[in-house]
């Protein structure tokens, strides 16, 4: 594309590549000097200028300019790299139905079932925490919201391959940097929020401007579709130009639960929509995954989809890997990994993991809390945890560039009466657990999920996942010798 289909009163350049990190080589590429986190992209002009860029969009004065690179100073460079990236990869979220959902928890789920449902009426993608996904395509996740090139390049790709819609995660600090301003969002979804992210916001009330933000800036004729059984539900759809719809069990809604039934492979619930009755099923366990099912029927239903055509669907929904993740291999406890890293969503799952475990048996906890983020909430994780677990192992999460013993010293700072142990290495903790599990207890690995990764202070290193090592640890220290242990339990009778 030439860059005078990108700006006015430019020269004639070919610009085959945008770009925001100056590490990456990008040649012919128009660089963005955002102000991040952590760095200034002023600061890297000369290093993205080596790997390729031609012409530098900033917002402060830069010295020492290059005669061969053409310079764009505007007054708010995010606020045109979303206009750049929209029209440079051909406005790829016009061209698609998104929704889009945000909130503390339940992103990922409600993505991936609007995802599981929506496929077989229409092809979809899906971009988050979990992966990048789109017809036979599966890549790693990048951020829960991708960088604003990265994203409009991965819809670009999506339309290519046949995606009619896209379900995409939406974070508090993707929106409040702007990185979704220029898509085009269909139909919006706020699951929840709860404690999280407040080393980034500062307070609960700027973490829920992030998230309002979203809601402020749909157009017209979107559907904001909230959770009125938050006390955060109706306030972020205040000053929303969309229509609002309503879900819930607690309060009156548009779309409400009036009655349910907890099981442990399924839930039995009545939904109410304009004066009708549905009773449905799904093989999704737990309250919060009631609300998950809620807010997907509202979303699909809005754009089209009858109740009907998904009363079926919800009866065998693909396991979302690391969400409630039920780990069976015939051994005969329960072992649940979770991505559970808020306050909220550790007592949602311990919450959980008490209606499962039979009265006499215990509950293994194991969780870590992550570095270089929120410290205040490590001995809250603690407090939950001696609420209600019989055992905690607390191991490492994400530790970057801190100790991994101290962070799990924290968290033991809010156990008062349960019994602990510090292990730093995740993969022998959760080997313990399960070589210390007996019949009916159970197991709940929070934090990890299905993540490949662990990031330590150098960056990324591989990880096989809490649900791979799970299954393996399983396998081989239980099942292995699982004749000897029950012959020995025998002999002891």
Known sequence: MNLQELFDNVPSIEIRNLMADSRKVRPDSIFFCVQ?????GHRF?????????????????????????????????????????????GYPSHKMRVYGVTGTNGK??????????????????????????????????????????????????????????????????????????????DTVVFTNLTYDHLDYHGTMENYFQAKKRLFDNLKPDAYAIVNAD????????????????TFGIDHEADYRVTDYQ??????????????????????LVARFNIYNILDVIAALNLNGLDISQMKDKLKHLKQIEGRMERIDCG??????????????????????????????????????????????????FGQILDKYADMIILTEDDPRNEDPVEICHEIASGIQHTNYLIIE?????????????DPGD?????????????????????????????????????LGNGEAKNDSEDANQ
């Open 108 to 185: 990922s789920s409600t993505c991936c079932i609007i995802r599981d449902i929506l496929n077989d009426y229409s092809p979809t993608g899906y971009i988050g925490t979990i992966a990048i996904e789109y017809g036979n395509v599966k890549l790693p996740p990048l951020l829960t919201t991708p960088n604003i090139d990265d994203l409009h390049s991965i819809m670009h790709d999506m339309v290519e391959a046949g995606m009619k819609n896209v379900a995409l995660e939406a974070s508090s600090i993707g929106i409040e940097q702007g990185r979704v301003d220029s898509v085009d969002f």
């Open 36 to 40: 991040g986190m952590m760095f200034d």
């Open 442 to 478: 159970t197991i709940l690995i929070m934090g990890k999920g299905d993540e490949k990764f662990i990031y330590r202070e150098y960056g990324r290193e591989p990880y096989q996942g809490d649900d791979a090592i799970s299954r393996e640890v399983i396998q081989k220290y239980y």
């Open 230 to 245: 938050d006390p955060y539900g109706l306030r972020i759809v205040e000053d929303t130009k969309a229509h609002v719809v």
């Open 262 to 283: 907890l099981l442990a492979d399924r839930t039995l619930f009545t939904l109410q929509v304009n004066g009708k009755s549905f009773d449905l099923e799904t093989n």
């Open 45 to 89: 002009v000369d290093q993205a200028i080596e790997n390729g860029a031609r012409v530098i969009v900033h917002s402060e004065p830069i010295a020492n300019k290059n005669p061969d690179v053409t310079y764009i100073r505007v007054k708010d460079v995010t606020a045109v790299f979303n206009k750049v990236a929209d029209a440079f990869y």
């Open 425 to 437: 290495d995740r993969y022998d903790a959760i080997r313990q657990a399960v070589e210390i599990c």
């Open 331 to 380: 051994q005969p406890f329960n072992v649940i990994v979770d991505f559970a890293h808020t306050p909220d969503g550790i007592e949602k799952l311990c919450q959980y993991g008490a209606a499962i475990t039979p009265k006499g048996s215990r509950i293994i906890a194991i969780t870590g809390s992550a570095g270089k983020r929120d410290k205040v909430k490590r001995p809250v």
